[in-house]
């Protein structure tokens, strides 16, 4: 399984507008195409499964339905707001940090290719299986 895990610094901005400086280690795996793992350390881990494709859209324009929402803040970042049973969250990203990743990505999987990486057989036996 070829992967990449970067370490990405960002910023939290919590509802009063305070800022605290964290990270997230974000993770891409070539046979899982589609999606990008952040990982948390805050006190107690949390993770989010995000998609590449949205993270890219967000990087030009406001994208995302639902829970997650990614759009360009000023010239230098990127906003990622996630929300969850218990509460929500406004990261803010280096743009240009961001868009490598996602670059070093598409060098695992170019875009447009993610559907020819899945075991489609061994989904529809996970599926049966359950």
Known sequence: MRALTEHLPLR???????????????????????????????????QWVLSRE???????APAGDGDVHVSPDDHAHTLIALAGL??????QVVTAELARFLAATADLVPLGTESTRIDWDACIAGLLSA
């Not at 939290?12 to 795996?29: E, F, H, K, M, N």
């Not at 949205?54 to 030009?60: D, K, M, Q, S, T």
């Not at 218990?86 to 990261?91: F, R, S």
Request: with cysteine; aromatic share 6%; proline share 4%.
């Open 86 to 91: 218990d509460g929500a969250a406004v990261l």
């Open 54 to 60: 949205l993270l890219l859209a967000g990087l030009a």
């Open 12 to 46: 939290l901005i919590t509802p009063t507008g305070r800022v605290l400086d964290l990270s997230a280690d974000c993770q891409y795996r070539a046979d899982d195409p589609y999606t990008v793992r952040m990982r948390f350390g805050l006190g107690a881990e949390s």
